[in-house]
């Protein structure tokens, strides 16, 4: 399920209820015209922990596009 702030007016950041998913979030980064990707679970409904446990924070008004993963 693919999530975006444009094409998505129901959900368009995770939230509280999806804590403990994989996801993966494209963030609008602070250069014009780049993105980065975070790939990992959700801690919080702003915090993802990577494969190596490192904790990414963003901020939802940043977020592109978003999708829960299969585990």
């Known amino acids: 399920m693919l999530v975006s702030v444009a094409d ?5 950041a995770p939230d509280s209820g999806d804590i403990g998913t994989r ?5 609008h980064d602070e250069e ?7 790939l990992g679970y959700l801690v919080e409904p ?5 494969k190596n ?3 990414k924070t963003f901020e ?3 977020i592109v596009a978003w999708k829960r993963l299969a585990e």
Do not use: E, W
């Not at 014009?32 to 975070?38: M, T």
């Not at 702003?46 to 990577?50: K, Q």
């Open 23 to 27: 996801v993966s979030i494209r963030i």
């Open 60 to 62: 939802p008004d940043h």
């Open 32 to 38: 014009p015209g780049k993105f980065r990707d975070l």
């Open 53 to 55: 446990g490192i904790l």
């Open 8 to 12: 998505h007016k129901g959900k368009p």
């Open 46 to 50: 702003t915090v993802v922990r990577d």
